[in-house]
């Protein structure tokens, strides 16, 4: 399929250009080539159209003359420029947002991702359907042409309405399943370690390659790859057990819809002990990148968690970075990330010492299998331990604590 995308230039958007590759980037994940892009300064938009009449026009001869089955548009428009700009041009339109629901709709694979992706496709929709229907007295004069427009509208927005409430309703009963094992999370001893960066970073890479697990998580050289959370246990022979969290990618200016329908998965991210923030080395657009994933972060409320850079893709680059340098694909690096893992979480955790008598070798065999101890001493009366620990096993095991 060959695509244009048209975009309106704001004079402070000095960023546009980057954001109209991005777009690119999003149709061709959906096997959309664009072909030309078409863009016109201006001080705000066409109420009507987007863009002004005489762009209008020249996108309209541009259509003539070459073969092109769809527009995008760069930003999210009403039901009336949309409907507007395909009687002018005799075809389909859409905007990005559309575009990134359809990513996300053909993405999704578990059955809360079809259910949150469901709700945002009709949450977008219930707005262009009030919005086809707004101007309706406008196409006829009769009282009963409106009356029977106005009717319809209003079926066909609580049919959609219905549907959101039945599909939410199927959200809160999967949401309490998620909710009971990030209970069971809480109550683990490993770090929750969340995985978070721009969309397509090498996120799962990451987690695959962490682990020995068969069950791998999809990790595929394009934008939103994988929609859900992947929850796996990580050991690492020196510095201990952690459990690392595959959240959603993200991206600039991400629909409010996806962000609403998407909320418990973001929220996983809030359960972090540490999140490591992944980049690709490689990438020329890394500062736009690090600043779109830290906006998110922030409007998310995570922003006061912890967060250590990471650098993926170190292969890609000779460029040395101020963080942590990886490669995923190559499992290089990986000691200088636990390191400054373990050096994050130690910063919120106090050295303790334990003694146990040869009565508590359950609890011993607890602390042994579970933390890194700095210190074991063994003698006739019964075994003393030195570790790092946080404020929650302390007061768990206090009764442990020497003195």
Same mark, same amino acid.
């Given at each position: 399929?060959?695509?244009?995308? !048209?975009?309106?230039?704001?004079?402070?958007?000095?960023?546009?250009?980057?954001?109209?590759?991005?777009?690119?980037?999003?149709?061709?994940?959906?096997?959309?080539? !664009?072909?030309? !892009?078409?863009?016109?300064?201006?001080?705000?938009?066409?109420?009507?159209?987007?863009?002004?009449?005489g762009k209008v026009e020249e996108i309209s001869e541009y259509l003539e003359h070459n073969e092109?089955?769809?527009?995008?548009?760069?930003?999210?428009?009403?039901?009336?420029?949309?409907?507007?700009?395909?009687?002018?041009?005799?075809?389909?339109?859409?905007?990005?947002?559309n575009l990134i629901l359809d990513i996300f709709y053909t993405n999704a694979q578990s059955k809360?991702?079809?259910?949150?992706?469901?709700?945002?496709?009709?949450?977008?929709?219930?707005?262009?359907?009030?919005? %086809?229907?707004?101007?309706?007295?406008?196409?006829?004069?009769?009282?009963?042409?409106?009356?029977?427009?106005?009717?319809?509208?209003?079926?066909?927005?609580?049919?959609?309405?219905d549907h959101i409430i039945r599909l939410k309703r199927s959200l809160d009963s999967q949401k309490?399943?998620?909710?009971?094992?990030?209970?069971?999370?809480?109550?683990?001893? #490993?770090?929750?370690?969340?995985?978070?960066?721009?969309?397509?970073?090498?996120?799962?890479?990451?987690?695959?390659?962490?682990?020995?697990?068969?069950?791998?998580?999809?990790?595929?050289?394009?934008?939103?790859?994988?929609? +859900?959370?992947? !929850?796996?246990?990580?050991?690492?022979?020196?510095?201990?057990?952690?459990?690392?969290?595959?959240?959603?990618?993200?991206?600039?200016?991400?629909?409010?819809?996806?962000?609403?329908?998407?909320?418990?998965?973001?929220?996983?991210?809030?359960?972090?002990?540490?999140?490591?923030?992944?980049?690709?080395?490689?990438?020329?657009?890394?500062?736009?990148?690090?600043?779109?994933?830290?906006?998110?972060?922030?409007?998310?409320?995570?922003?006061?968690?912890?967060?250590?850079?990471?650098?993926?893709?170190?292969?890609?680059?000779? #460029?040395?970075?101020?963080?942590?340098?990886?490669?995923?694909?190559?499992?290089?690096?990986?000691?200088?990330?636990? %390191?400054?893992?373990?050096?994050?979480?130690?910063?919120?955790?106090?050295?303790?010492?334990?003694?146990?008598?040869?009565?508590?070798?359950?609890?011993?065999?607890?602390?042994?299998?579970?933390?890194?101890? #700095?210190?074991?001493?063994?003698?006739? +009366?019964?075994?003393?331990?030195?570790?790092?620990?946080?404020?929650?096993?302390? %007061?768990?095991?206090?009764?442990?604590?020497?003195?």
């Amino acid at each position: 399929m060959k695509a244009i995308i !048209v975009s309106a230039v704001y004079q402070k958007d000095n960023n546009i250009y980057y954001y109209m590759e991005e777009t690119t980037n999003l149709a061709s994940t959906l096997d959309i080539e !664009v072909i030309e !892009v078409f863009t016109q300064k201006v001080d705000k938009r066409n109420n009507a159209t987007y863009i002004y009449s005489g762009k209008v026009e020249e996108i309209s001869e541009y259509l003539e003359h070459n073969e092109v089955d769809l527009v995008i548009i760069q930003e999210e428009i009403s039901a009336a420029i949309e409907r507007n700009l395909t009687d002018a041009w005799k075809i389909k339109v859409i905007d990005r947002t559309n575009l990134i629901l359809d990513i996300f709709y053909t993405n999704a694979q578990s059955k809360l991702a079809k259910t949150q992706i469901e709700i945002a496709r009709l949450e977008y929709n219930l707005t262009k359907v009030i919005g %086809s229907y707004s101007n309706l007295e406008k196409q006829g004069s009769s009282a009963v042409s409106r009356s029977s427009g106005e009717s319809k509208a209003e079926l066909d927005k609580r049919r959609i309405r219905d549907h959101i409430i039945r599909l939410k309703r199927s959200l809160d009963s999967q949401k309490q399943v998620r909710e009971s094992k990030r209970q069971n999370r809480r109550n683990a001893t #490993e770090p929750i370690i969340s995985l978070a960066g721009y969309t397509n970073v090498g996120k799962s890479t990451l987690l695959n390659s962490l682990t020995d697990e068969d069950r791998q998580i999809l990790a595929k050289d394009q934008l939103f790859a994988t929609l +859900d959370t992947s !929850v796996r246990r990580v050991e690492n022979k020196k510095y201990g057990k952690y459990l690392f969290v595959d959240t959603v990618g993200f991206v600039s200016n991400l629909p409010h819809h996806l962000v609403e329908a998407f909320a418990s998965t973001f929220e996983e991210i809030l359960e972090s002990d540490i999140i490591i923030h992944l980049h690709d080395a490689s990438d020329p657009y890394l500062q736009i990148h690090h600043d779109i994933v830290n906006d998110t972060l922030k409007k998310l409320n995570a922003d006061s968690i912890p967060v250590i850079d990471v650098y993926n893709k170190a292969d890609l680059t000779e #460029e040395i970075l101020e963080g942590i340098m990886i490669s995923a694909k190559n499992k290089t690096g990986y000691d200088q990330l636990f %390191s400054a893992i373990n050096t994050e979480l130690n910063g919120k955790k106090k050295l303790t010492t334990f003694k146990f008598d040869y009565s508590q070798m359950k609890e011993y065999n607890f602390f042994k299998q579970n933390f890194i101890l #700095e210190s074991e001493v063994i003698d006739e +009366d019964g075994i003393t331990i030195s570790l790092y620990v946080e404020d929650s096993t302390i %007061s768990r095991y206090n009764y442990l604590i020497k003195e």
